[in-house]
């Protein structure tokens, strides 16, 4: 090691070309932020992201989320679905009973017994 | 019309809105941006955000579904900022005036500055409109 500069076997590490590779990319940053368009009105729609003229989701949506939108669609059907699956054996072998029975009679009705 | 084009300092950039329109003004739209009319190469173009636009170009009657939309859109354009309505269904509401699901036309909604009539008008008619909205947001003091 000398001075700042850690050199193993591994490779050679400095932290100054670290610092100045730092300040660069920020002065990069703030030149492109600089030039951005100045006069959007705070506090109004302007400044809230365009979401098609719907009102932008409370919640930020990760793009590893590719089934949002089918599951917001669907909610109605999957918030029954998921009351119905209660983890409970019983209910289970009741909706099953409740399935023999409808189709039972169906096929009563149908004269197929 | 006299113009005086000098005070824009950049090139128009437009946002799209189609509030129910039988897509036959947006087909005309489109044919004025293609080769044959090519308005692009003066540097006007169609935007994806409101947030980005000089010009809020809307085609449509505005259905009941929509006015919302209209609204929170037109409020996302910066100033100064001009409206162009496309079509007669945006201008008057066209073959569906009165119908029970409309809450249009556009100028019911929001303020229109440049209206462009026909069904669909022709490119040259939507060019024409897109130069009197220029002007007008060059009276708005459109320089950015």
């Known amino acids: ?113 | 019309m006299t113009m005086n084009l000098k005070d824009l300092s950049r090139s128009l950039w437009v946002f799209h809105l189609n509030t129910g329109s039988c897509n036959g003004c947006d087909i005309e739209i489109v044919a004025a941006l293609t080769p044959r009319y090519d308005v692009e190469r003066f540097g006007m173009k169609l935007v994806g955000t409101p947030r980005h636009a000089d010009i809020l170009l809307v085609t449509g009657p505005v259905s009941r579904d929509m006015e919302k939309k209209v609204k929170r859109i037109y409020e996302q354009v910066p100033d100064p900022k001009v409206v162009l309505v496309v079509g007669n269904c945006g201008n008057t509401g066209g073959v569906f005036y009165e119908s029970y699901n409309l809450v249009g036309p556009v100028d019911r909604i929001i303020p229109v500055d440049v209206y462009v009539p026909g069904c669909p008008p022709r490119p040259e008619a939507i060019i024409d409109g897109v130069v009197r909205a220029w002007k007008r947001l060059e009276e708005l003091g459109g320089k950015k």
């Open chain 1, 1 to 113: 090691m000398t001075g700042f500069v850690l050199t193993t076997a591994a490779g050679h590490w400095d932290p100054l070309l670290w610092l100045a590779a730092f300040i660069i990319i920020l002065a990069i940053v703030y030149i492109i932020r600089s030039r951005g368009y100045k006069k959007y009105k705070r506090g109004t729609e302007q400044t809230l992201p365009f979401f098609s003229g719907n009102l932008p989701p409370v919640a930020n949506i990760r793009s590893s989320n590719m089934y949002w939108g089918f599951f917001e669609a669907m909610g109605r059907y999957y918030k029954w679905l998921r009351r119905a699956h209660t983890g409970v054996v019983n209910d289970y072998v009741y909706s099953f009973v409740m399935l023999l029975v409808v189709i039972l009679a169906a096929m009563t009705l149908g004269g197929l017994l």
